[in-house]
């Protein structure tokens, strides 16, 4: 038993769900908040705690997409070389704790309580100094820096939350940064893909190194002129490093990288889809450069180990056979464009039924119409967030992109997923058919709790 968790029996469980129940209430008490561009509470806060951030050496990440699947795999390959390391991402499928991991494992319920009860008063004195009071997640942010600090763990792979310049977690100075594909998302950051880059590339940070997953010109543009400026080395997809060679096979893709220090072979990858391969080969680039600034080839049993033992749930999962039920949380164009491809690439279904909740920000004539080429029919439905999109008007989004005999509504998700799986099995030869439950993490994260009843 590590230190991320307890042995105990019915009474520990009920004590400990009791425990978890009553920081989830506290949590939700955070929402709704407005969303303004300062750190200034965070920055009062860290230092209150006195300073848990710099406890550790921080691998900090931003993006538009593949965000979690790298940091997941960079914590792997990490851990792989004997290091202890804590990941802090977001937003959670399942369960709020799976946001901070210590040592590749959800923290526990008495864990994640501890760490809220540790920074809770601080949080109350930053409450009283400033206008808004500490948001729902700049509080787990202060939770996970004090979880790691306690830990203690040996590196922190932090995703941010959402942009970069003033996400909460930009309290870090990362001795490593990387930057995933750049996409037209949280229209918050900028209306153009340069305009979020911007605000994406203030995680950078000088004398470090910066890892960019391959970008369209102008974002490659915009991160390439702030390191200048900062004086922060790059290591682009494409130039320094890269997926050499890749070929699918059974429970994944078995890859050739490019790192930074030499050719690593023979990586298998037990995740689907091309985009997968080229978050491997960030995650990889992150880790050289963590180790030993990427001058020389790591062990690479080491490297095959970590990559080995990747996971990502919700991230082209397949959770159920017969039908064949995959979840994905592609939940913005470029998402639906990654999960398309991947769809035709590694899997050979005879008919695709896909199941689609959207929240209500999301560009859904976008996204269905980059569905549309590999889906039979769709099933629209919608989560329990607030923020869905309402099963009705989503649809009527849906027909105008499908037609209205391949559209069918069942706004309860667990009708919705049975509606594609008679569709399946009224069309498909046997066993050659397959539903998609995409269009959101909330749904993805729903939908794992069905299946797995």
């Not at 550790?56 to 914590?75: C, Y």
């Amino acid at each position: 038993m590590t230190d991320n968790g307890r042995a105990g029996g019915p009474d520990q469980a009920a004590a400990d769900g009791d425990e978890l129940a009553r920081v989830e209430k506290a949590l939700a008490g955070r929402f709704p908040h407005r969303m303004i561009p300062d750190l200034e509470r965070m920055r009062d806060l860290v230092d209150l705690l006195g300073h848990p951030e710099r406890s550790f050496p921080v691998v900090h990440l931003t993006g538009t997409n593949g965000k979690t699947s790298t940091a997941r795999m960079i914590d792997s390959v990490l851990r792989a070389f004997g290091l202890r390391p804590g990941r802090y991402t977001s937003p959670h499928l399942e369960s709020v704790t799976e946001r901070i991991s210590l040592d590749g494992q959800p923290a526990s319920a008495e864990v994640f309580a501890r760490a809220f009860d540790d920074v809770l008063p601080y949080v109350e004195i930053i409450d009283g100094r400033h206008p808004e009071r500490v948001t729902f997640f700049e509080l787990l942010t202060a939770m996970a820096f004090s979880a790691f600090a306690d830990a203690p763990v040996d590196v922190a792979v932090v995703e941010v939350g959402m942009g970069g310049a003033w996400d909460a977690t930009n309290v870090v100075d990362g001795v490593v940064q990387v930057v995933t594909p750049i996409a037209l998302d949280h229209r918050e950051l900028g209306d153009t893909a340069e305009e979020i880059a911007a605000e994406k590339a203030g995680i950078l940070r000088p004398a470090s190194l910066a890892v960019l997953g391959a970008q369209p010109l102008g974002v490659a543009r915009v991160l390439a002129d702030r390191a200048a400026e900062l004086g922060t080395t790059l290591a682009r997809e494409g130039l320094e490093f890269g997926v050499a060679r890749r070929n699918v096979a059974v429970g994944g893709q078995m890859l050739t990288l490019r790192g930074l220090g030499g050719v690593y072979d023979e990586i298998f990858l037990p995740l689907h889809g091309e985009h997968q391969a080229h978050n491997a080969a960030c995650a990889l680039a992150a880790v050289e450069a963590f180790l030993g600034g990427g001058a020389e080839l790591l062990d690479v049993e080491a490297v095959r180990a970590g990559f080995a033992a990747v996971s990502s749930p919700g991230r082209l999962e397949v959770v159920r056979r017969s039908p064949t039920i995959v979840l994905d949380g592609a939940h913005n164009v470029a998402g639906a464009q990654a999960l398309a491809e991947a769809l035709t690439d590694s899997f050979a279904f005879d008919v695709l039924v896909g199941v689609v909740g959207l929240l209500s920000d999301k560009d859904a004539h976008g996204m269905l119409s980059v569905l549309e080429p590999v889906l039979h029919s769709v099933v629209i439905t919608q989560s329990s967030s607030p923020r869905a999109w309402p099963a009705d008007e989503l649809a009527a989004v849906a027909v105008e992109v499908f037609g209205a005999d391949r559209v069918e509504v069942a706004p309860r998700l667990d009708d919705a997923i049975d509606a594609a799986v008679r569709l399946v099995e009224e069309d498909a030869e046997l066993g050659g058919g397959g539903v998609i439950v995409a269009g959101s993490l909330t749904i993805v994260g729903e939908a794992r709790r069905l299946l797995a009843r």
